[in-house]
């Protein structure tokens, strides 16, 4: 098998080198054990016994079948499952997403609720001894097949509720504080007082509508109509829907350092006039926008944040410049005609622009793959699941039962059929190290800034572009080809 130990491995390549494992299980008789385990050492994920394809490799494998014997079952598994791609919807409640969480949560057997339905199948799987039987055990568990590993589902959407919970919680403890001045000061508050309820709904932004929230937030009385009790928030936000962009946002921040456009459309809406921004807001949009450096002086700082929209005005025409420059090389031609010098190479700023023509495209398919991961239409990747649940780690004060560890993080990967973390992967140390690091975000640019000088792509290349397992391809592809 490929020795490489670059991260780059779990790409797109997965697909094929996952598909080579299985063509030498089929060659050598390999048992369903041995082919996982082969899985597991090369970085592929293990067979899944919830998917209804890789049910008949683990039958094909345990009972010697052939290959051609599998295209015949696979035949037969799609005469009787019909999954319907839009039976999950397309927006995401929150009310959905808690009552998933629980219910995944609920402890079966020795373990949790979606842990046990796999063991389950995959201890009757292992009992089939015909094909009768196997077709008896696909038609008893046709609601319990899935598209996607569900205990990576699971996980994503559990780590995606504590820190949705965690938001909330400081929201409605700043209503408190603020409802407190409210009752003392008689309808008398000023902007700064109004501030910590009016910066905590911004940083609901993930969810909607916020409307009623901001008006309330906006209020110096209790008894306007735009005041809400206490009660009625609550209710509120338990009737609300996620959006992708705002945990998005949070995260890109996090690892890439920008805000994307969704955000900064959410502050101009909650807040027309720039003047009328909170002090931290207009901090966070400086840094965004490479205004504010560690070494700016207080002094610096003020007039900065005063001319913020002469700032972000400039800003926008610098970057549609430079838009439009990465446009037009990439419509020059490759060479250079004969007797002229080679065009000067790309300037630091022209490569920042042609990464924002493509981060653009990123961006929307990150915010659909998003809200598929939640509703289980879409299967996430091990990369994808590690970066994320390391942002949230960062991004939320977890409690030691939830708390993100190597040990722990190993046990998540075990119970989603992925591979373990393995020292000698980079990727994987990166992870780790991450994991030890006292300052995350400086080990993170550290290792950026090391890949960049040994002229590597960024560890987050491709993130959102390849941010699913390719489940479907590979049925896809073994059909097609012929792999014996």
Same mark, same amino acid.
């Given at each position: 098998?490929?020795?490489?130990?670059?991260?780059?491995?779990?790409?797109?390549?997965?697909?094929?080198?996952?598909?080579?494992?299985?063509?030498?299980?089929?060659?050598?008789?390999?048992?369903?054990?041995?082919?996982?385990?082969?899985?597991?050492?090369?970085?592929?994920?293990?067979?899944?016994?919830?998917?209804?394809?890789?049910?008949?490799?683990?039958?094909?494998?345990?009972?010697?079948?052939?290959?051609?014997?599998?295209?015949?079952?696979?035949?037969?598994?799609?005469?009787?499952?019909?999954?319907?791609?839009?039976?999950?919807?397309?927006?995401?409640?929150?009310?959905?997403?808690?009552?998933?969480?629980?219910?995944?949560?609920?402890?079966?057997?020795?373990?949790?609720?979606?842990?046990?339905?796999?063991?389950?199948?995959?201890?009757?799987?292992?009992?089939?001894?015909?094909?009768?039987?196997?077709?008896?055990?696909?038609?008893?568990?046709?609601?319990?097949?899935?598209?996607?590993?569900?205990?990576?589902?699971?996980?994503?959407?559990?780590?995606?509720?504590?820190?949705?919970?965690?938001?909330?919680?400081?929201?409605?403890?700043?209503?408190?504080?603020?409802?407190?001045?409210?009752?003392?000061?008689?309808?008398?508050?000023?902007?700064?007082?109004?501030?910590?309820?009016?910066?905590?709904?911004?940083?609901?932004?993930?969810?909607?509508?916020?409307?009623?929230?901001?008006?309330?937030?906006?209020?110096?009385?209790?008894?306007?109509?735009?005041?809400?009790?206490?009660?009625?928030?609550?209710?509120?936000?338990?009737?609300?829907?996620?959006?992708?962009?705002?945990?998005?946002?949070?995260?890109?921040?996090?690892?890439?350092?920008?805000?994307?456009?969704?955000?900064?459309?959410?502050?101009?809406?909650?807040?027309?006039?720039?003047?009328?921004?909170?002090?931290?807001?207009?901090?966070?949009?400086?840094?965004?926008?490479?205004?504010?450096?560690?070494?700016?002086?207080?002094? %610096? /700082?003020?007039? &900065?944040?005063?001319?913020?929209?002469?700032? #972000? !005005?400039?800003?926008?025409?610098?970057?549609? $410049? @430079?838009?439009?420059?990465?446009?037009?090389?990439?419509?020059?031609?490759?060479?250079?005609?004969?007797?002229?010098?080679?065009?000067?190479?790309?300037?630091?700023?022209?490569?920042?622009?042609?990464?924002?023509?493509?981060?653009?495209?990123?961006?929307?398919?990150?915010?659909?793959?998003?809200?598929?991961?939640?509703?289980?239409?879409?299967?996430?990747?091990?990369?994808?699941?590690?970066?994320?649940?390391?942002?949230?780690?960062?991004?939320?004060?977890?409690? %030691? /039962?939830?708390? &993100?560890?190597?040990?722990?993080?190993?046990? #998540? !990967?075990?119970?989603?059929?992925?591979?373990? $973390? @393995?020292?000698?992967?980079?990727?994987?140390?990166?992870?780790?190290?991450?994991?030890?690091?006292?300052?995350?975000?400086?080990?993170?640019?550290?290792?950026?800034?090391?890949?960049?000088?040994?002229?590597?792509?960024?560890?987050?290349?491709?993130?959102?572009?390849?941010?699913?397992?390719?489940?479907?391809?590979?049925?896809?592809?073994?059909?097609?080809?012929?792999?014996?």
């Amino acid at each position: 098998m490929d020795n490489r130990t670059d991260w780059s491995v779990e790409f797109i390549e997965n697909e094929s080198r996952r598909m080579e494992i299985i063509r030498k299980g089929f060659a050598e008789h390999l048992t369903s054990r041995s082919v996982n385990k082969l899985l597991l050492e090369n970085y592929c994920e293990a067979l899944y016994a919830r998917n209804i394809y890789e049910a008949a490799l683990i039958y094909c494998f345990d009972h010697e079948k052939t290959y051609a014997e599998w295209r015949e079952m696979v035949t037969q598994c799609d005469q009787v499952y019909h999954p319907d791609p839009d039976k999950s919807g397309t927006v995401i409640l929150l009310s959905k997403l808690r009552d998933y969480v629980e219910k995944e949560s609920t402890q079966e057997g020795n373990g949790l609720n979606t842990a046990f339905i796999t063991r389950k199948m995959q201890s009757e799987l292992e009992e089939t001894a015909s094909e009768e039987s196997f077709m008896d055990f696909l038609l008893k568990n046709i609601e319990n097949f899935s598209a996607v590993r569900e205990k990576a589902r699971y996980y994503f959407s559990k780590y995606t509720l504590l820190y949705i919970d965690e938001k909330i919680e400081n929201y409605l403890s700043a209503c408190e504080k603020v409802d407190i001045l409210r009752s003392r000061k008689a309808g008398m508050l000023s902007e700064e007082e109004k501030y910590p309820e009016k910066a905590a709904v911004e940083e609901l932004s993930f969810l909607k509508p916020l409307k009623p929230l901001q008006r309330s937030a906006d209020t110096a009385k209790f008894d306007t109509k735009n005041y809400l009790p206490m009660e009625e928030k609550k209710k509120l936000l338990g009737e609300m829907s996620l959006t992708s962009g705002g945990i998005f946002d949070a995260m890109n921040q996090y690892y890439f350092g920008y805000i994307s456009m969704d955000w900064l459309e959410l502050c101009l809406e909650m807040y027309p006039e720039i003047e009328g921004w909170p002090t931290e807001t207009k901090r966070k949009i400086a840094q965004a926008l490479g205004l504010l450096k560690p070494d700016t002086t207080e002094e %610096e /700082e003020k007039q &900065i944040l005063d001319s913020l929209e002469d700032r #972000i !005005l400039e800003k926008e025409e610098e970057l549609e $410049l @430079q838009r439009d420059r990465a446009y037009a090389r990439k419509k020059e031609p490759a060479t250079t005609p004969a007797g002229e010098d080679s065009a000067s190479p790309i300037t630091a700023s022209e490569k920042q622009a042609e990464n924002l023509l493509n981060s653009e495209t990123q961006e929307k398919k990150a915010t659909l793959a998003f809200r598929d991961f939640l509703l289980g239409r879409k299967d996430i990747n091990r990369r994808t699941l590690l970066l994320y649940l390391l942002f949230i780690q960062a991004r939320t004060s977890l409690s %030691e /039962e939830n708390k &993100i560890t190597v040990p722990r993080l190993n046990k #998540i !990967l075990l119970n989603c059929g992925f591979s373990q $973390l @393995q020292p000698n992967r980079e990727f994987d140390r990166f992870v780790m190290g991450f994991l030890k690091a006292e300052d995350p975000i400086g080990y993170f640019q550290l290792f950026v800034e090391d890949r960049l000088k040994n002229q590597k792509e960024s560890v987050l290349y491709g993130i959102y572009e390849n941010s699913y397992s390719h489940q479907k391809e590979l049925v896809r592809d073994m059909l097609r080809k012929r792999m014996m």
